[in-house]
């Protein structure tokens, strides 16, 4: 096997010059910084999906689909007179829809690294408990204000 055919020696000094350039960066770029880390984070995500050499799969856009789906009917089962069984159908399918929105994203674990799985991984379980915890505050806020106004108040 000749020099320029061996895996390990294909870099062009472009490659190099731009792993250098990214460590570089990668060094300047405070790691736990809090919010500033998330305008950060938020500005790289808006750039790689305006890139161009990122496709779509279709249960992307299938999922993009399901979430507008589900807002109109939750929007009508608040706002729309109909019985407590019907109302409970567009939260049974905005569960199915988040569901299946985890379940296709989940795949993408397999091509990171141990450390950056594990930080997808906690990210997910952080953002299950937020919901959680969020369900959880409105359920009890609607059972308060209920009673209060079962109370006459």
Same mark, same amino acid.
């Given at each position: 096997m000749s020099e320029s055919e061996s895996p390990n020696l294909d870099e062009s000094s472009a490659d190099v010059a731009?792993?250098?350039s990214a460590a570089q960066e990668a060094e300047r770029t405070p790691?736990?910084?809090?919010?500033a880390n998330f305008f950060r984070a938020m500005h790289h995500?808006?750039?790689a999906s305006a890139?161009?050499?990122?496709?779509?799969r279709f249960s992307d856009y299938l999922s993009i689909a399901l979430v507008l789906i589900c807002i109109v009917s939750?929007? /009508? %089962?608040?706002s729309m007179p109909a019985p407590p069984t019907y109302k409970l159908l567009p939260l049974f399918l905005t569960v199915g829809a988040v569901v299946f929105y985890i379940v296709n994203r989940l795949g993408i674990i397999i091509s990171l690294t141990s450390r950056q799985a594990l930080i997808v991984w906690q990210i997910l379980i952080a953002g299950f408990w937020l919901g959680v915890t969020s369900?959880?505050?409105v359920m /009890? %806020?609607?059972i308060?204000?209920?009673?209060q106004g079962a109370n006459g108040l």
């Open positions: 731009a792993s250098a790691r736990r910084a809090g919010f995500i808006r750039k890139a161009e050499n990122v496709e779509q939750l929007v /009508f %089962a608040v369900a959880m505050l /009890f %806020a609607c308060y204000f209920v009673s």
